[in-house]
């Protein structure tokens, strides 16, 4: 296994937003509605909003490759790029993204010591994310890695308001 992780820059911004809505879609799209689905995805990947968020110096987004092809992303948040106040000694996984084929493939845990080894490394106490509550398999490896729920917090799909259940690591 050949595994490559690369920080992603403005030219990858299509290549970003193909990957962001195939691997939402994947993981989301049979529980949702044809138009909540349709809405978010058009509100969260639009090339504007993605470039918005690219620009961010708090936020960063990265691509994890597989034998050279793009199989998934990640996107991190500290200070006030958080979705969640959660203070200056907090890293945020905001999200973490694998596509269909390239599952099973330890590439979630990569991407998730890959963060915990940023967090570490910019002196942070904790690291945290936010799960959809019904994806019971995505719990299930937040807890398996060490991750606990400390809160929960609201997540509009469309007009659909979820739960979107906070899990945190205190980093050592």
Same mark, same amino acid.
Not at 50 to 79: D, H, P, Q, R
């Given at each position: ?31 949702? /509605? ?7 995805? +058009?509100? !969260?990947?639009? &090339? *504007?909003?993605?470039?918005? @968020? ?5 936020? /960063? ?7 050279? +092809?793009? !199989?998934?992303? &990640? *996107?991190?948040?500290?200070? @006030? ?92």
């Amino acid at each position: 296994m050949e595994t490559e992780f690369k920080k992603c820059t403005e030219e990858d911004l299509k290549t970003l937003q193909e990957i962001s809505i195939e691997t939402f879609k994947d993981t989301f799209e049979a529980q949702n /509605s044809p138009e909540n689905m349709r809405a978010y995805l +058009e509100k !969260a990947y639009n &090339l *504007k909003q993605l470039e918005s @968020e690219m620009a961010n110096e708090f936020s /960063s987004f990265y691509f994890v490759y597989y034998n050279n +092809e793009t !199989a998934g992303y &990640l *996107k991190i948040n500290t200070e @006030e790029a958080q979705s969640e106040e959660m203070g200056k000694d907090a890293f945020e996984i905001e999200r973490i993204y694998i596509r269909t084929k390239f599952l099973r493939k330890g590439l979630g845990k990569y991407l998730l010591q890959q963060s915990i080894d940023m967090a570490s490394a910019q002196n942070k106490r904790k690291i945290w994310l936010g799960v959809w509550e019904n994806n019971e398999n995505a719990i299930a490896f937040y807890e398996r890695m060490g991750f606990v729920q400390t809160g929960a917090h609201s997540f509009y799909m469309g007009d659909d308001e979820q739960t979107d259940i906070i899990m945190t690591k205190v980093l050592s």
